[in-house]
């Protein structure tokens, strides 16, 4: 064995396969090469982690830049420094900029504005559309795609899958699991009356009601158990999802978002007011409690912020004029934290829907995991850590986020990616590193192989 590494964290408590461990970590050329004790081992750079907790690096599945089309509000530069300063290694980005990400021109200007500019691994999700749904299947193989993400209702931009004959078709081509947003278009439309009559942001749950989630999702699958394919239900916010999802979890894998689990109705909107619109939208504390038993529960694969920003110029017209969704890219792990430190879910819990979930559910080769020859991608964390999430320490461009002024107990002390810090104590390092994510099934041809 090497006793050269190129960086070696020590003295930390590493969340292992086999749990909670007191261990070193050696790293060479990107990837994890040795646990144990690893004193009087030299290596170029050291992190002395005591006192810390060394973390599979923490994957966003979910977030929303606005490169191409608004990067004013976000490009894939500040979203990307927004993550690693928020102990994010990877990415799974939307399809909905502008213009959409749907075909192989835009999917490629995409990969090409991400290279050299992008802080953390990253891949993009292909928007499913009438027009590309016989692409779908080729598209969702491209290195660099996460897969194929289906709006069933209408959000930012102009991606709409809404009818069952179009989403048959969608989930029958291709083989990835199908992200999707799960709202039903035509209940959609035939209330937005109460939307139009709110008066404020109040009315958003009442307009975008359970029954608009809950019909989406039961369509959903149906069709994906006639086609046989497999579905993640993006940012689930009902009891009602929940009961329908546990019974058929063959078929589909659960996200819920840290701000649905943390904000509540109404007094979110008292608080915030169209600073906490977002759809599928924030509900009462009865469906929040609901979210945070089927995280107990085992139903929830995945926690992803559906980062999503929009300026407050923006977010001060009057509703429902105002657009939806609110940034959490870098803080999806202070605020999951501090609900570790309030006893809510165990840190092996965050562990498993940060990093092993995300990993799992769309078959990402090499990460999620500290284990022998993954990627060498780290969230280092100090559970105790007491700070304050501001505005100002916000990297997006959107320069807000809807826990300013929360006390957190749990920060991101540390960032490394493919074993190079990227992120030490808040600062960002060196220069943007990023590289594509890997996906097991689309492995051919995309490494280098010597035995
Ligand atoms: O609130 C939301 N905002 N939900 C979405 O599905 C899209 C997102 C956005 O891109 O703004």
Redesign the pocket.
Known sequence: MTDHFDLLISNGTCMTPAGRQETDIGILDGKFAAFGDLTGAEADEIIDAKGLHVLPGVIDSQV?FRDPGFPEKEDLESGTRAAIAGGVTAIFE?P?TDPATTNETEFQAKMTRAAGRAWCDYAFFIGATLANVDHLAGYERAPGCTGVKI?MGS???GLLVADDATLTAVLAAGRRRCAV?AEDELRLRQRKKIADEAGSAHGHPEWRDVETALSATRRLLSIAHSTGREVHVL?VTTQEEMELLARHRHLATVEVTPQHLTLVAPDCYDKLGARA???PPIRDARHRDALWRAVDQGLVDVVGS?H?P?TLAEKTASYPNT????PGVQTLVPVMLTHVAAGKLTLERFVDLTATGPARIYGVAGKGRLSLGYDADLTIVDLKAERTITDDRMHSKCGWTPFDGMAVTGWPMATVIRGIPVMRDDEILGEAQGKTVRFQDTLRGEIDFEL
């Open positions: 929303h939307m909905n709006f959000s930012t931009g947003h940012h619109q977002m759809n559906d999503a929009h657009p939806s969704g609110m």
